[in-house]
């Protein structure tokens, strides 16, 4: 997967632990996960881990921008979003070899990080920095007053990121479309949008009309996520 590769072991350079995570999805979807346990990760700072994420206020002001002038809008997410930020030739970071990796070529190895991984401190930043890269390079500019908010090149297109989450609005449908394929030339991500039922973005249901130029945020398919995910449905 390019995600890592095996070297020597050297407990010098202090190689992390790691976990499975195994996880059924409110779907009944089955999910399994290596995750590192990253409080061992050396940082120097907080801006080594920070990642900005779209503020509520900036969120309102850009769909109510949107409605006013009658943009499309659609909301995708990127999957293993953490996995496609890729380390820095400068980035040391070593794991133990995670359990059921049980071939003898992985004796006395240890495995140096190639992409990020989840668990990691720094996998939120590193994110960020990828897809703010790639925004960037198709000619997208990210607002001073919330990092997390990039404009497009003739203003008439807006990304607001949360994390692997992000909503768009844009003057034409072709934008969008745009968009979307050249983000799927890096990225695997799924879409929803008004018409296959809402978008569903950060726990809640988005309700956008353009016709109407009205947009209702429904918390209750969150609700009912998090009561399957803890068993209270009964």
């Not at 190895?109 to 897809?131: D, H, I, N, T």
């Amino acid at each position: 997967s390019g995600t890592f590769e095996p070297v020597p072991l050297d407990l010098t350079k202090q190689p992390m632990n790691t976990k499975w995570i195994f996880k059924q999805k409110p779907n009944g979807a089955l999910k399994s996960r290596i995750v590192v346990k990253g409080f061992g990760e050396p940082v120097e700072s907080i801006t080594d881990f920070y990642a900005a994420t779209v503020q509520q206020t900036s969120l309102r002001v850009t769909t109510i921008v949107a409605l006013t002038r009658g943009y499309v809008s659609a909301s995708f997410d990127v999957k293993a979003a953490f996995l496609q930020a890729p380390l820095g030739p400068d980035d040391k970071l070593y794991i133990h070899i995670p359990d059921g990796y049980d071939s003898p070529e992985y004796k006395g190895k240890m495995f140096k990080l190639k992409r990020s991984l989840y668990g990691l401190r720094s996998a939120p930043r590193r994110w960020q920095e990828e897809l703010g890269n790639t925004l960037i390079k198709l000619n997208f500019v990210k607002l001073r007053c919330d990092p997390a908010v990039y404009l497009g090149p003739d203003n008439n297109i807006i990304v607001a990121v949360y994390v692997d989450d992000s909503r768009v609005y844009a003057e034409y449908e072709n934008l969008i479309h745009d968009l979307f394929t050249k983000i799927g030339e890096k990225y695997d991500y799924t879409v929803s949008t008004p018409e296959n039922g809402g978008e569903y973005f950060l726990g809640h249901t988005w309700n956008y009309n353009r016709s109407t130029r009205t947009c209702v945020i429904d918390r209750s398919r969150g609700i009912n996520d998090m009561l399957a995910k803890y068993k209270m449905t009964d």
